[in-house]
């Protein structure tokens, strides 16, 4: 008799990459074009976290954004498969979620916007990725498949519950948990208090400064990235990184450091079929932090806290 997955497991779903990356691609410069949205109303917070989106219980939000004295709110819903527009006024507007290109999604997002009487001036291509085919002219990405991309939001419900518990055990600076349009990755940085040197930069598309200001601070940064491996990874790095940052015993033994990449990497399905999923993400998450911590000489006793040290008045 075959062994059923517990609870546990299923709640952390299979998505092969191989099996939704048509979807992934064009998904993901949906989001810039969204993102580019917030981009161009939201004032600059340090190392661009005005820009991100964050997991709802129906898909992914930019939270509320203002305009004027006002304010909007997007979201792409993958319960309905809408991409949902709310003004404080009251007036709501939609784009449906479908196979559809670029190009028209674009055009229909700006439409949807300027019908609830949302100005928006964006720079009309997309960033991070090569080639960077303006968003009015790409009919290359034009695949939605909608049971992916529900699967795609139920991962990122798991790991965003993680990521915030791991969140909670640090009290220096730290980012939320939120989804970076440029990879589209789900991240989760914290910093030592001490500065960085000028990041060299890299990524396509992108300039050099945007870059240094992402990068301004010494960090430790972890998340999950859907396009790397058979089922995406979970990852972790430190700017600058240390000496002995990449071989330090990090946990648990599916993880490895990547010198093609820079970063430690532990495969989703290790943890989608592990005994105690959480568990082995918590471990991963916490041991590659210790590496850079350690490696880079934080000072732990002033950053870290127990998250359930008020329990005890409850």
């Known amino acids: 008799m075959s062994q059923q997955p517990s609870p546990t497991q299923t709640a952390w779903p299979r998505l092969r990459v191989d099996d939704w990356s048509d979807t992934r691609d064009t998904l993901h410069m949906w989001t810039q074009v969204v993102g580019k949205v917030r981009l161009g109303h939201a004032p600059l917070?340090?190392?661009?976290?005005?820009?991100?989106f964050y997991v709802s219980p129906r898909g992914l939000t930019t939270s509320a954004v203002p305009y004027g004295d006002?304010?909007?709110?997007?979201e792409f819903d993958f319960v309905d498969h809408r991409l949902v527009i709310r003004r404080d006024t009251g007036g709501v507007a939609g784009v449906a979620l479908e196979p559809k290109s670029v190009a028209r999604f674009y055009h229909e997002t700006l439409r949807a916007l300027a019908d609830l009487g949302i100005e928006t001036d964006i720079r009309p291509r997309p960033?991070?990725?090569?080639?960077?085919?303006?968003?009015?002219?790409?009919?290359?990405?034009?695949?939605?498949?909608a049971e992916a991309a529900r699967l795609f939001w139920r991962q990122l419900l798991q790991l965003n519950r993680v990521l915030g518990e791991f969140r909670a055990r640090f009290v220096g600076k730290a980012s939320p948990v939120h989804l970076f349009w440029g990879a589209m990755d789900l991240a989760c940085t914290r910093f030592s208090g001490r500065t960085a040197p000028p990041h060299p930069g890299g990524a396509p598309n992108?300039?050099?400064?945007?870059?240094?200001?992402?990068?301004s601070r010494e960090l430790s940064s972890c998340g999950f990235w859907p396009g790397a491996g058979d089922e995406g990874a979970f990852y972790a790095y430190a700017y600058p990184e240390p000496d002995g940052f990449s071989g330090y015993p990090v946990r648990p033994a599916e993880a490895h450091y990547s010198t093609d990449e820079g970063e430690f990497l532990l495969p989703y399905e290790a943890v989608r079929t592990a005994a105690d999923p959480d568990a082995m993400a918590l471990e991963f998450l916490q041991t590659t932090y210790e590496a850079a911590a350690e490696s880079g000489r934080w000072d732990r006793a002033t950053l870290e806290e127990d998250p359930a040290r008020w329990s005890r008045h409850g």
């Open 45 to 52: 917070l340090n190392h661009w976290w005005q820009v991100p």
């Open 70 to 74: 006002g304010a909007f709110d997007v």
């Open 127 to 145: 960033n991070e990725v090569e080639p960077a085919i303006p968003f009015a002219e790409d009919d290359r990405h034009a695949s939605y498949d």
């Open 206 to 215: 992108v300039g050099a400064w945007v870059m240094e200001e992402a990068y």
